[in-house]
């Protein structure tokens, strides 16, 4: 300047804080990053659980589709046997409609089977992205029904990744609370400077360190503490919540999947298997005229409504079966879906 005076200050100023406000800040980070994963695999389980459901109803499908087939078949053989008789004089043509009627309601079955095969096939194609040209693979196998052991229902809920959101979230809130009470008190601001003076060719240097620490009078952030005071006892009663109805469900599928279970084997002991064997008897019979043709529809009716009624119950068995392991948190994709390798 022209006077000949010249000021030259150099500072750094860096705030710290009283309450270790950094530090909960980094607490609710990390647990908001736990409880990302934790809703990922609450999504993937979801996922998993309507692409098993997807998949069990293509097998169902499938399995009636293959009963209709062979239906169709034994409807066919015995048209021709009763063709054979009409010739022979030892059947009437009234007879013969009979079983002509048989075969053709059989051959509707067919296609109508059919159709809901494909529909089903579609719809978990459509739901994998996967093109028209793959083809699944065990889908005759024995289906994949969970039989419910002995549960603990503390352990299940505690590893259920939907109990683990909400143990999550009730932690964040906690340390949100935490925070905003750290909040309450501004940062205090340590500052290291270096001035230099200088004035008719004279040079004078200052060194010092200051700190300044606020004082809250009027804004003392009581608001904030108490809305954090809110919504973290709103999480702990949906903590709560979340857990009566996780262990209502698990214990309602529990029960629920046994049950069928037991319905299954015993429709299969007094029901099916009876029909199967009526229904093998009384054809051979027909062979050699030994069987009206009343019996004969009766027991054809009979065995493959019978059979029918079986892939009902086991087709509920597993759309309960992706509820129960949907509600215990564990996988419920089966094995048995084998993706291209090309």
């Not at 029901?271 to 009766?298: C, H, M, N, Q, W």
Request: no cysteine; proline share 3%.
């Amino acid at each position: 300047m022209k006077d000949g005076y010249q000021t030259n200050d150099v500072a750094l100023s860096q705030s710290l804080s009283l309450t270790g406000r950094y530090a909960k800040k980094k607490r609710v980070a990390h647990t908001e990053y736990r409880h990302a994963l934790a809703n990922g695999n609450w999504q993937r389980l979801k996922l998993e659980a309507q692409a098993a459901g997807l998949f069990y109803a293509l097998q169902i499908a499938k399995a009636k589709l293959d009963l209709a087939n062979i239906r169709l078949s034994e409807s066919s053989v015995l048209q021709n046997i009763g063709r054979r008789r009409n010739k022979a004089g030892d059947l009437s043509r009234f007879q013969r409609d009979r079983l002509n009627i048989v075969r053709e309601k059989s051959h509707q079955e067919v296609l109508f089977l059919t159709t809901q095969y494909r529909d089903a096939r579609n719809q978990l194609l459509r739901f994998l992205q996967l093109g028209p040209e793959v083809k699944f693979s065990a889908l005759n196998v024995k289906f994949d029904i969970v039989t419910p052991g002995k549960l603990n229902p503390d352990e299940v809920i505690k590893r259920h990744p939907k109990f683990r959101m909400i143990k999550l979230r009730l932690l964040k809130k906690r340390h949100e609370l935490s925070l905003a009470r750290s909040k309450r008190l501004g940062d205090i601001t340590v500052r290291v400077f270096q001035e230099r003076d200088e004035f008719n060719n004279r040079s004078d240097t200052v060194s010092g360190i200051g700190v300044s620490i606020p004082l809250p009078i009027w804004n003392t952030r009581r608001h904030s503490v108490k809305s954090a005071k809110a919504y973290l006892n709103r999480s702990r009663y949906s903590a709560k919540f979340v857990e009566r109805n996780l262990r209502s469900d698990l214990a309602s599928r529990a029960r629920h999947l046994k049950h069928l279970i037991l319905q299954i084997e015993h429709y299969r002991t007094t029901v099916l298997e009876p029909a199967k064997r009526v229904f093998y008897l009384s054809k051979r019979r027909f062979r050699i005229g030994d069987t009206g043709i009343l019996i004969l529809v009766d027991t054809i009716n009979t065995y493959f409504e019978a059979t029918n009624q079986y892939l009902t119950l086991v087709e509920a068995a597993l759309k309960e079966t992706v509820k129960f392991r949907l509600a215990s948190g564990t996988l419920v994709l089966p094995n048995a879906l084998k993706m291209p390798t090309k």
